[in-house]
């Protein structure tokens, strides 16, 4: 199993994995790393003309807390990328994207 790590911050919409990058995800970690201010997370899937699909929506994560997920999301099929959108105070977010197999990285993006 491998795994990729990634500190996201701000309010906008931040894409964890291109649509098509041929990976098959079992988990991504959550933590909300604010000393103070709890975070808003929402966690969904995207494809042009079929819209976003959620994995949960405004998901309330207290300071200092983690939350782990199993995702078992595979795009090499279905061509959707995944997208993390935060809201509150000054969100800051640790994240961990677990997934078995190999990886396109010519399409892997990871901010």
């Known amino acids: 199993m491998a795994t990729k ?3 996201i911050t701000g309010t906008l919409t931040q894409e964890l994995l291109a649509p098509g990058a041929n990976a098959s995800m ?7 790393v604010h000393g103070s201010n709890d ?5 969904f899937i995207q ?3 079929k819209g ?3 994995f949960f929506k405004q998901l309330l994560l207290p300071a200092d807390v983690s939350y ?6 595979d795009n090499r099929a279905g061509k959707f990328g995944l997208y993390i959108k935060l809201t509150g105070t000054s969100p800051e977010v640790d994240v961990i994207i677990s ?3 190999q ?5 892997y993006i990871w901010l």
């Open 47 to 49: 494809q042009k003309l």
């Open 68 to 73: 782990i997920y199993d995702l078992n999301f």
């Open 26 to 32: 079992s988990s991504i970690s959550l933590a909300n």
């Open 103 to 107: 990886v396109d990285w010519a399409t």
């Open 99 to 101: 997934w078995y197999g």
């Open 39 to 43: 975070v808003s997370i929402d966690l």
């Open 52 to 54: 976003k699909f959620y």
């Open 5 to 7: 790590h990634h500190n």
